[in-house]
């Protein structure tokens, strides 16, 4: 037995479930002013550990520049513009399947001096 246990505590089963991942909690809508820095945020779970990808209008974020990717699931937006207004959308996977969880991005530029 393990040195680190309490000898009156019995172990117990782990259950690991394979499978696609799911996302429990997907990005939400924002609303702001140019300038603004934004936070979009995905939780998922799944095993094999999912590969997260985050999309603007259907097309992959690099995560560059002033928008950044942050594992495990944040996509982070410093000083929008109204071009970094559009669709974005967390995509998770692994070799059983994917989910995906999409929300607005709403750039007003009258924040713009």
């Keep these: 037995m393990p040195s680190n246990l309490n000898p009156n505590e019995k172990p117990f089963p782990l259950c690991i479930i394979v499978g696609k991942p799911k996302i429990e909690e997907g ?31 259907g097309e992959v974020v690099d995560g560059s520049g002033r928008i950044k990717v942050f594992p495990p699931g944040e996509l982070h937006i410093y000083k929008t513009t109204v071009r970094d207004s559009g669709e974005y959308t967390c995509l998770v996977s692994n070799k059983y399947g994917q989910d995906k969880s999409s929300a607005y991005l709403v750039v007003d530029g009258f924040g713009k001096l």
């Design 27 to 57: 990005p939400r809508k924002i609303s702001v002013i140019s300038g603004a820095n934004i936070s979009f945020y995905c939780r998922y779970l799944g095993y094999p550990k999912p590969i997260v990808k985050w999309l603007k209008n």
